[in-house]
């Protein structure tokens, strides 16, 4: 039986190797939340910013984020953890279900530097209609259903980038 502890946010890339893929997915979202959306790189990769001065050695690179959005009258009666685990939920199918696409891989290959999102909108109904807005659009998302009783309790997109940004989330609410 696995057991999360904090030794585990210190993982190389070959110790992660060795860790089931549960655990591993576990690990992906808890440290996601802990590192920076930007790395950094030596300037000859491709896609670079200009970094801020002309003589540094190093730029910046934006990877592409996910977007989560979860329900406030949820988290104002349901335990924490309750939850962080509905997010979870919604963040892993999304990328299950875009596991193809080449952001998700390029989000995935950075693993140590994921970036998320997480918004509000106020209860069901809202989640309702950000769902439909972000189909309308085309973007590609999961609308977790907590199961047996049938409640829609967050979404997740795959990961874009912040300038390709769904207009159906620029006018909610960072989650507090």
């Known amino acids: 039986f696995f057991f999360l502890n904090w030794d585990l946010f210190t993982l190389n890339e070959t110790e992660m190797r060795g860790l089931l893929m549960g655990e591993l997915l576990t690990v992906v979202a808890l440290r996601s939340v802990l590192y920076s959306p930007q790395i950094t790189l030596r300037s000859s990769m491709s896609r670079v910013a200009k970094s801020a001065t002309s003589d540094s050695s190093e730029s910046v690179v934006e990877l592409p984020r996910q977007w989560i959005v979860l329900r406030k009258d949820l988290a104002e009666t ?7 685990a509905q997010a979870c939920h919604a963040s892993i199918a999304a990328i299950w279900e875009s596991q193809n696409d080449e952001l998700t891989q390029l989000y995935m290959k950075e693993i140590a530097r994921m970036h998320k999102v997480v918004l509000e909108v106020k209860d069901d109904v809202e989640l309702n209609t950000v769902a439909e807005k ?21 979404l997740a997109t795959k990961p874009y980038y912040k300038k390709n940004a769904p207009s159906a989330l620029k006018r909610l609410r960072l989650c507090s």
């Open 78 to 84: 349901w335990p924490t953890g309750s939850m962080v």
């Open 134 to 154: 972000l189909k309308s659009e085309g973007i590609i998302f999961s609308l977790w259903i907590e199961q047996p009783e049938n409640i829609p309790t967050c």
